[in-house]
């Protein structure tokens, strides 16, 4: 049971360019999130989304794009890179009634 | 709205103490909530996770207990080992319809 996993692990990027981060769980969890994660600030939702075809803002989710076309995946777009985002970003997993959460490795994100 | 809180941000213990790690919340009324532990640069991983109904949870050498009229859970280390230290990470689940809140850490150094 793999449980969340999230690729790549490092990234770096130029700013301006646009990339992706995989995530994708295999525990049958309708709700799907994504955090980064910034020294003193803890950990700070993104996006997420309650089911395949529904997402939605979190706290931050300026500069960022989700969607969610199956249950197992929910994939993270930069859209245009900035040093700002500079970041460790997890991805989560949960039943849809919130019990318990389970996390990925995390992928740390450089823009240069 | 609901607010978590760790006390103290960072901690230092010899090897061998019993320990407890502190977490308030400021709304009594949660659905459930998890202790995580986070190794630098590594994801969370799950430790415990209390129900509303329940007092206290149970791990090997870790014991966490829920106190919702007081708005606190500790979670007790038994005969710390080095291998103990990491970030650990107290999160709220409201209720079974709203998102996980999370404290920002007590950070912990278990000194050999």
């Known amino acids: 049971n793999a449980g969340v996993t999230q690729t790549p692990k490092f990234q770096v990027l130029k700013t301006g360019q646009s990339m992706t981060l995989q995530c994708a769980q295999d525990m049958n969890h309708e709700y799907m999130s994504w955090y980064r994660q910034d020294p003193g600030m803890g950990l700070r939702l993104i996006h997420y989304?309650?089911?395949?075809?529904?997402?939605d803002q979190g706290e931050v989710p300026n500069g960022y794009n989700v969607s969610r076309s199956t249950t197992e995946d929910f994939p993270l777009r930069l859209l245009s890179a900035a040093p700002s985002q500079t970041s460790v970003y997890f991805c989560?997993?949960?039943?849809?009634?919130?019990?318990?959460?389970?996390f990925g490795s995390g992928t740390r994100l450089t823009v240069v | 709205k609901q607010e978590v809180t760790q006390i103290p941000a960072a901690l230092s213990v010899p090897e061998g103490e019993n320990l407890v790690l502190n977490c308030s919340f400021t709304d009594s009324a949660i659905y459930n909530l998890q202790w995580f532990r986070q190794d630098p640069g590594k994801g969370l991983t799950s430790l415990l996770l209390?129900?509303?109904?329940?007092r206290e949870q149970t791990s090997g050498r870790l014991n966490a207990s829920l106190d919702k009229s007081s708005g606190r859970s500790t979670l007790y280390i038994a005969a710390s080992q080095p291998g103990d230290s990491a970030t650990y990470l107290c999160?709220?689940?409201?209720?079974?319809?709203?998102?996980?809140?999370f404290g920002k850490g007590t950070r912990l150094h278990i000194l050999p």
């Open positions: 989560a997993s949960s039943t849809a009634n919130h019990y318990g959460y389970t």
């Open positions: 999160a709220v689940i409201p209720n079974r319809d709203d998102k996980i809140i």
């Open positions: 989304s309650v089911g395949a075809g529904i997402t």
């Open positions: 209390i129900q509303s109904s329940q």
